[in-house]
């Protein structure tokens, strides 16, 4: 069934918005899935924080025009779904990357972060940075470390006297 005009301004609106605020975009051809097949898929993006959509190409052209993404454009042939990391830049790679592992019928055409274009065998790159709540861990870890360094130092002082002190004992116990 055709979408009226509202309709389709609907959903141009809707994309528009999601990909204002998008961290990454990633496009993949979805020929050949089962619906079930779609659903499940859906299901996990939305666990992960991903939009997941099927759009229209001229749809998704208007949409990401006035973003970061309009990069995306000139590549946007053929039955796409367009996922946009909402929560942090690899999600949505990531998703795509492992459910294509599983199903070799979804094929990612084309992703973009930051105004660029990225080269589908390049995906693994973006699916592998990590998420906000991994960062925080690894900053944290970092930030920690100098101090954990000074305590030990400092735990190392007395202990170094008790070993000499022991060491003189047994010596004069001799």
Do not use: W
Not at 73 to 102: C, H, N, Q
Not at 113 to 118: A, D, H, L, S, Y
Not at 126 to 137: F, G, S, V
Not at 139 to 168: H, I, Q, W
């Amino acid at each position: 069934m055709a979408l009226t005009l509202d309709q389709k301004k609907a959903v141009v609106a809707e994309v528009a918005e999601v990909a204002s605020s998008a961290h990454s975009a990633v496009a993949a051809e979805y020929r050949g899935l089962t619906v079930s097949q779609l659903t499940e898929l859906r299901i996990k993006a939305r666990e992960s924080g991903v939009y997941l959509r099927v759009v229209k190409n001229s749809l998704a052209r208007r949409a990401m025009a006035d973003t970061e993404f309009a990069c995306m454009s000139d590549g946007m042939t053929g039955p796409l779904m367009l996922a946009f990391s909402v929560e942090d830049p690899g999600s949505a790679a990531r998703i795509l990357r492992d459910y294509a592992k599983e199903n070799k019928k979804l094929i990612i055409k084309l992703a973009a972060v930051g105004g660029q274009v990225i080269d589908p065998s390049d995906i693994g790159r973006l699916a592998n940075l990590p998420t906000r709540d991994e960062a925080i861990a690894q900053l944290m870890s970092v930030m920690k470390a100098p101090f954990d360094k000074f305590a030990r130092t400092l735990n190392e002082v007395p202990g170094k006297l008790v070993r000499t002190l022991a060491a003189v004992q047994d010596s004069k116990g001799e």
